[in-house]
């Protein structure tokens, strides 16, 4: 097979895959627009025959679509400003700074990614509970404070950063704060761009755990809601729809702006050290 054919059959099979997973985001879009009912007529429709707000509305205006909307952007933020923080300066340490039993330390945080989430939540939840934070954001935001995830790519990427331009700091005089805010965090800037995305990301989305902190309704955000939404409307495909374009559309952007820097930073973080 000669190479320009090659490149054809690449590019098709990339296209084709490209395609399947494209199409169920823009059917799902599609069929936002459409009036109730239309989605469920055989064979279905792949556009509305007369394009409609009425499905956003409804979610706004009756479902108070607006109020999780806030809430979720709250959460997400807290969470990614927090996590962004703790994760810096703990990788930074583990990659850096000497102290005792440092590698014992890092050794038992990877031994931790080997056991399940679910196994946690028990115990978390109970001591959440102890501390009187069920049903509240804080209980939503303090497990996600600091991820082990964050702490190893952080350190990986800053054991790149030369030991001298640490030293020559401490010989002019600067403290290991000063040294960390101004020298370090600026050299950080393409992991903390990759970690903030992922980590707003996976808040944004997470299910399970606000599922079981929250229980008050006001609380909600979105995923739950539209969880919520989904037992009250099961037959109003239209308006579920319009509830996943809500959801999915924020994180979606958010990513394409930003997949640049995303992947950049996790390359990089690869080959560190």
């Known amino acids: 097979m000669s190479e320009r054919m090659s490149k054809a059959v690449i590019n098709g099979l990339l296209i084709g ?10 059917w799902m879009l599609s069929v936002s627009f459409m009036v109730p009912g239309e989605a469920s007529s055989l064979p279905p429709p792949l556009w509305p025959s007369r394009p409609t707000l009425g499905n956003y509305h409804e979610l706004f205006a ?31 340490a583990f990659a850096k700074l000497r102290f005792a ?4 330390v890092f050794q038992a945080l990877l ?7 679910q196994v946690a939540m028990l115990p978390l939840f109970l001591l959440l509970k102890y501390l009187g934070l069920v049903n509240s954001y804080a209980g939503v935001v303090a497990p996600a404070m600091a991820t082990i995830f964050g702490i190893f790519l952080v ?12 030293e020559a700091a401490r010989i002019d005089g600067a403290g290991e704060w000063r040294i960390f805010v101004q020298i370090i965090m600026p050299l950080l800037t393409p992991i903390m761009v990759t970690l903030a995305i992922f980590t707003f990301l996976t808040a944004w989305n997470d299910f399970m755990w606000p599922l079981i902190v929250l229980t008050g309704q006001e609380h909600y955000t979105l995923p739950i ?6 037992r009250e409307h099961v037959q109003d495909s239209e308006l579920m729809m319009a509830g996943s374009v809500v959801t999915v559309l924020p994180v979606l952007v958010l990513f394409l702006a930003l997949q640049r820097y995303y992947l950049q930073g996790l390359l990089l973080g690869s080959v560190k050290g």
Do not use: H, K, W
């Open 225 to 230: 809601a539209l969880a919520s939404l989904s």
């Open 101 to 104: 039993g440092r590698e014992r």
């Open 155 to 166: 350190r990986q990427y800053a054991r790149g950063i030369p030991d001298d331009l640490i």
């Open 62 to 92: 009756r479902a108070g679509m607006g109020r999780y909307l806030l809430n979720s952007l709250l959460v997400s933020s807290v969470i990614t400003v927090l996590s962004l923080a703790f994760n810096l300066m703990a990788g930074y």
């Open 17 to 26: 895959g490209t395609a399947v997973a494209v199409f169920p985001l823009l």
């Open 111 to 117: 031994g931790g990614l080997v056991i399940p989430a």
